[in-house]
Each structure stands twice: as C-alpha cells, then as structure tokens.
C-alpha cells in the first residue's frame, strides 16, 4: 500500500481505499455479496488474483471480516466498513449526476445483468415462476442472450438458456439497456421510438418495464 506522507485523516483513509477496484469491492460486499464468485460478477474486469488481494487488504485494515466454513470463504463489511455505505452512496450519487459520458467500453453485458437480477422488485413478479428472456445487439453472440428468471422470492441471471419458457422478451441494443438502467432514459420513451421491442401476451409486455424497472441511480436528479 502506498503512502501519501500526510497525517491528514483523509489522506490516511485514501492510502487503503484509493487503490484500483477497492472501493467497487466494498460497493459489492455492500449490494450482499458475500461470496468470492458472487463478488467477481459484480467486477468482472477484475482479475481473480487482483481482487484476492484486495479483500486480504480490507481485511488486514479490518474493513472485511472473512469467516470460512467447510473450505469456503463468506466475506462481510465489519462495522468500520459498514460505515463506508455513505461514502460509496455520494460517490454513485454524484457519477450518476455530473459523470454522463457513456463510452462503448463501459458497455458489459454481464455486469448489467447481474445488477439488473439484485434489484429487480420481485414482489412485483407473479407468484409462480417466471422467466424473461433478453436479446441484446452489439454484444458478441455468446454474450448476446440472457434468461432472468424469478421463482419462489429469488433472481437468477443465466446466459445458457435455462429450458424455462419465456413469459416475455425483450429485444434491444446494450447501450440502449443500459442507459435505460442507468436512467439515461425512461422505458416509455425507448419502447414508443422502437429502440427497445416487447413480445409477449399483451400483459406482459405491458408489465416488463415495471418488472424489470431501472437502477436506483436513475432516481437520482440530473442537471439541465
């Protein structure tokens, strides 16, 4: 860990939380990532190696707890850590409204849908299980199709098709998808200009953007 030779409090503080992917680590763990594969898909730029240690780092500084059972490693904030929640909050906060630009290598189809899986509202779902496939352009073709699928309270992402039938489908580019998620723009607006087709029984595509719905950053407000 370097060092920036200051006494200053905040100093002290950037010299754990200024390195590369850290505090993007401590975002994951406070979304409930606890395991290191599940941490992974939230990074999925990150090298394995990178973000072992990283979490050896937090752990050393005490922000981590790291708890193994049976040979597998559970991964959680400590209070010290916990109290990173704000800090991370008005950093997303502020991305969100002053850092616009979207550029094609921030596009990756595997941490939108995995984001998109932790918060869709599933007490809005039916009861019984259900699966939305997605169709995404500009993605290379392995990466291209995706299954959200909610049964019994729980989400699930997978990109090899689960042989669940699709209750609906949602066809559209990445960037579009994600800059919906983002709040970039609203599903009403992307589904009227022909961005974004739904196929499905009318009810249903009718209730896929409320299911689904958009990340809590697009409810944060923006300059003119």
């Not at 630009?101 to 918060?119: A, F, N, Q, S, V």
């Amino acid at each position: 860990m370097s060092s920036y030779g200051q006494f200053c409090p905040m100093a002290k503080a950037m010299e754990l939380l200024d390195e590369r992917w850290t505090l993007l680590v401590i975002r994951e763990l406070l979304l409930g990532s606890t395991h290191f594969n599940d941490l992974r898909r939230g990074v999925p730029r990150m090298s394995p190696a990178l973000l072992s240690k990283r979490l050896k780092s937090l752990t050393r500084a005490c922000v981590v707890d790291r708890i193994e059972i049976d040979g597998r490693a559970t991964y959680s904030l400590t209070e010290c850590g916990q109290e990173l929640a704000g800090v991370v909050t008005a950093l997303g906060a502020w991305g969100a409204r002053w850092v616009g630009e979207l550029g094609d290598e921030d596009l990756d189809p595997h941490l939108l849908m995995w984001d998109i899986r932790r918060t869709i509202p599933i007490d809005l779902w039916p009861r019984s299980r259900t699966t939305l496939a997605f169709v995404l352009d500009g993605v290379a073709a392995r990466a291209s199709r995706w299954w959200l699928v909610v049964a019994e309270g729980q989400a699930d992402v997978c990109d090899v098709d689960p042989g669940y039938e699709a209750a609906g489908t949602v066809e559209t580019s990445l960037r579009t998808l994600t800059r919906i998620w983002r709040g970039d723009v609203g599903w009403p607006h992307a589904v009227l200009d022909g961005s974004v087709a739904l196929s499905g029984p009318a009810e249903m595509r009718r209730a896929i953007p409320r299911l689904i719905g958009q990340s809590p950053a697009a409810l944060i407000a923006r300059p003119a």
